[in-house]
Each structure stands twice: as C-alpha cells, then as structure tokens.
C-alpha cells in the first residue's frame, strides 16, 4: 500500500465531513430542567479568552433522571468535522441510549485545532494559539457539562476520531486523573507512544483500520505494542480491510461495551462552580469560562 507524506494525510483527513451530516437550525434550551432528552442538541457558552460565544453539541438520554449520577463521554470530531457531525456518526447515540450515557462534543475552537496535540501554538494557524484555545474549549465544555449535569465522577470517558483520536490520547495523557477511560479511533497522532507510561493504569479501547490510507496502520500498532509492553487494560481492534472512517462507525458497540464495564477506583475531583449564567439570544445556555 502507497503511503502519503504526513503533510498529505493532514490534508487528507478532511473527507471525514463529506461522510456525515451537515448542521442543522439551534435546538437548545435555556434551563437544565428545560433540556429536551433523546435528541443532539446545538448549545453555546462564552469562550472569554477566544471573546467569542463557542459552539458544542450536547445528547442527554431519554432515561435522563438528575437524582442520580450518569456516566460522560467526551467525543472529539475529525479534520474540517465538527461537533454536531460526530454526534451523528451512525450507532453513536443508540449506544449511548442502551448504556445510559451523556454524550457531549466540543468543537475543539474550530474545524482544525488539534485539541493541542500539535502544541499550543502553531506558526501557520490562525489564531497562533490555535491549539492552546483547541485544548482549553474541551476542558470548558466538560466543565460546563459537569455542572449542569449530574455526572458520575467516576464514569468520564474520552473518545475522537481521527484528529479527535490524536486528541483523545494527547488529553488523555495531560489530564490522567479524569477520565475512567479512552478510546481513540483511528488516532492521528505523531509522536513517541512513550508517553503511555503516565496512564498505564488507564483502560483504552484502539480502533483502527489495516487498509487506511490517512492514518496508516503502523501508527496504531506502535501504540498498541506499547500498551502490551505496559500490561495495560486495553483492547487493540484492528480492522481487516478497514478504511479511515466506517471502522468509526462499526465499533460504537464495541467502544460502549468496553468502557461502560470500566470506572475509576478514585473519582475526578468536583468542578469549581461557575459565578454566573445566562440564556444565549439564541436559546442556548451560555456560562463565562476561562
């Protein structure tokens, strides 16, 4: 198989958006108790350091019940994706219906930042501090969804694609003592594995296609190699045959099974309350972060 320069493949990982759903109109509410269930809602928050109103998308499950903790999944989109989109990969929301999980999806800033696995600042980006502002919008999100919702400290997951699943591993690693459990999905990633030593205990479900001309296969298996070498809990699915983007879609059963059976032994610590909040003019709920 022809492998593309790395350069070729950054380019690349943009047909992931010609494979998803396009946006559609804002459907959030102002309230929490307000917070229609069984649907993927579009809500936005006040992004101070970016002095811009940020976008994410949030699926709480029809079951939703606020008297009792659920479990989180963070999902972090592909190159030029978006958040609406991967909340709309096939399978994603059933799974998270039949487990019982909160599902919510940051923009990342924009369409390619990196979730600052590519460092917090990137000389051709714009803006320069494209990939601290990626990274800071996750870390918001998360906080404003903790907030809002009864979240189990002990059931926060994170997952992406693609540039997600780069994402996904590099946020993984920085914030160990948050998450119960990641799963990188075709992860483009382009450093030393090495780093893993620092989340050994850290169960992860890897999903990669053996075919996959964007990521190429060799990557992953590094990073699996790396996890057996660590006697990690984890669970390398590598794809016969599989391309970029449908073994996304094929393994949701997979992922949520993997991760639901998984939590942490000591929870995440609560997050600090916001000072203030508001209704957005256009409905959806805004809280002022960093």
């Given at each position: 198989?022809?492998?593309?320069?790395?350069?070729?493949?950054?380019?690349?990982?943009?047909?992931?958006?010609?494979?998803?759903?396009?946006?559609?109109?804002?459907r959030?509410?102002?309230?929490?108790?307000?917070?229609?269930?069984?649907?993927?809602?579009?809500?936005?928050?006040?992004?101070?350091?970016?002095?811009?109103?940020?976008?994410?998308?949030?699926?709480?499950?029809k079951?939703?019940?606020?008297?009792?903790?659920?479990?989180?999944?963070?999902?972090?989109?592909?190159?030029?994706?978006?958040?609406?989109?991967?909340?709309?990969?096939?399978?994603?929301?059933?799974?998270?219906?039949k487990?019982?999980f909160?599902?919510?999806?940051?923009?990342?800033?924009?369409?390619?930042?990196?979730?600052?696995?590519?460092?917090?600042?990137?000389?051709?980006?714009?803006?320069?501090?494209?990939?601290?502002?990626?990274?800071?919008?996750?870390?918001?999100?998360?906080?404003?969804?903790?907030?809002?919702?009864?979240?189990?400290?002990?059931?926060?997951?994170?997952?992406?694609?693609?540039?997600?699943?780069?994402?996904?591993?590099?946020?993984?690693?920085?914030?160990?003592?948050?998450?119960?459990?990641?799963?990188p999905?075709?992860?483009?990633?382009?450093?030393?594995?090495?780093?893993?030593?620092?989340?050994?205990?850290?169960?992860?479900?890897?999903?990669?296609?053996?075919?996959?001309?964007?990521?190429?296969?060799?990557?992953a298996?590094?990073?699996?190699?790396?996890?057996?070498?660590?006697?990690?809990?984890?669970?390398?699915?590598?794809?016969?045959?599989?391309?970029?983007?449908?073994?996304a879609?094929?393994?949701?059963?997979?992922?949520?099974?993997?991760l639901?059976?998984?939590?942490?032994?000591?929870?995440?610590?609560?997050?600090?309350?916001?000072?203030?909040?508001?209704p957005?003019?256009?409905?959806?709920?805004?809280?002022p972060?960093?």
């Amino acid at each position: 198989m022809r492998l593309v320069s790395a350069r070729g493949r950054v380019a690349t990982l943009a047909a992931v958006a010609s494979l998803v759903l396009l946006a559609a109109p804002l459907r959030s509410a102002a309230e929490t108790a307000e917070l229609k269930t069984g649907t993927v809602l579009k809500r936005t928050y006040e992004f101070k350091q970016a002095k811009k109103e940020m976008e994410y998308c949030l699926y709480v499950p029809k079951a939703y019940d606020k008297s009792k903790a659920w479990p989180l999944m963070v999902a972090l989109h592909g190159l030029t994706s978006s958040a609406w989109q991967i909340l709309h990969y096939p399978g994603l929301t059933t799974q998270a219906e039949k487990h019982g999980f909160i599902v919510v999806a940051p923009m990342g800033y924009n369409d390619r930042g990196w979730y600052g696995s590519r460092g917090w600042t990137m000389r051709r980006s714009s803006p320069k501090n494209l990939g601290e502002l990626s990274e800071k919008d996750v870390m918001n999100v998360l906080a404003i969804t903790r907030r809002e919702l009864n979240i189990d400290n002990r059931r926060i997951y994170l997952m992406g694609h693609s540039m997600g699943g780069g994402g996904t591993w590099h946020l993984g690693i920085k914030h160990p003592a948050l998450w119960a459990g990641l799963a990188p999905i075709a992860p483009a990633i382009y450093r030393s594995p090495d780093a893993l030593a620092k989340i050994k205990a850290m169960p992860v479900i890897l999903v990669q296609g053996d075919a996959d001309r964007l990521v190429p296969v060799a990557m992953a298996r590094r990073w699996a190699a790396k996890m057996k070498q660590l006697k990690m809990d984890y669970n390398y699915i590598e794809v016969a045959g599989g391309g970029h983007v449908r073994v996304a879609f094929d393994n949701m059963a997979n992922i949520f099974d993997f991760l639901s059976r998984r939590k942490r032994k000591v929870p995440a610590k609560p997050v600090a309350p916001a000072a203030t909040s508001r209704p957005s003019a256009n409905g959806g709920q805004v809280r002022p972060a960093a």
